[in-house]
């Protein structure tokens, strides 16, 4: 266990609907992430926040929408997704400071958009 | 902004031998190049990482290598072992806080028993 975890695991969601994938990290890091990960693109950053702010927008469409209340958890919120956005959605945090840079990953969201 | 290319998409080695996998990137003021393995329906994990002000780090069977004026940085595996086919991915980025990484497209590593 690395201290990131992901909920839930696995998502199937129609076009219509609206979601929340939730990550939190018990590692006591500052900076937290959001990937996007398919088999055509290799791992694509979405979101940075660092204590809270968010610090880089990777040109993500705007039913994406990411919610950093704490430094501990970071949400998703989905809505009117499209086929092409099925992907495994991963969660990232590192202590965002000088120090170590690793970032450590969640267990990810599969999400399947039919 | 930063493009990271990554080289090969599949490898295949027999065990015992060693594997290099390299990466260019296009943003010369990056300054932080880290390595992750990625197992089979596992989460990416850092393997070794190397900053700007160093050519190489070394970390047992592990080494990276880099050359700032090519934009230029490789992994090595020596004496390699099955536990170590996964999917590798190099990263560039500048470290400011939080890091903004740009990750290549990853290379399949299998070693043959």
């Known amino acids: 266990e690395t201290g990131v975890t992901q909920t839930p695991r696995h998502l199937v969601m129609g076009m219509t609907n609206k979601k929340s994938l939730k990550c939190e990290q018990h590692l006591g890091h500052n900076a937290m992430y959001w990937y996007k990960q398919s088999a055509k693109k290799p791992l694509e950053l979405m979101f940075v926040y660092n204590f809270k702010e968010q610090t880089e927008n990777n040109s993500v469409p705007s039913r994406f929408s990411p919610e950093c209340p704490n430094s501990s958890h970071l949400f998703l919120h989905l809505h009117t997704l499209q086929p092409e956005d099925s992907a495994l959605y991963l969660c990232?945090?590192?202590?965002?400071?000088?120090?170590?840079?690793?970032?450590?990953f969640g267990p990810g969201t599969r999400l399947t958009v039919t | 902004g930063e493009n990271v290319e990554q080289h090969p998409s599949t490898l295949s080695v027999q065990e015992g031998d060693s594997a290099v996998i390299k990466c260019t990137y296009s943003d010369s003021a990056s300054n932080y190049f880290p390595w992750y393995k990625q197992e089979l329906g596992k989460r990416p994990q850092l393997i070794i990482d190397?900053?700007?002000?160093?050519g190489e780090k070394k970390d047992q069977r592990i080494a990276v290598t880099l050359n700032k004026t090519a934009k230029h940085f490789s992994l090595h595996i020596t004496e390699t072992q099955p536990e170590d086919s996964a999917v590798y991915f190099c990263a560039a980025g500048l470290i400011q806080g939080a890091q903004k990484l740009v990750f290549g497209q990853g290379t399949r590593l299998t070693i043959n028993p």
């Open positions: 990232a945090s590192s202590q965002g400071s000088t120090g170590s840079y690793e970032q450590y």
């Open positions: 190397i900053r700007s002000n160093v």
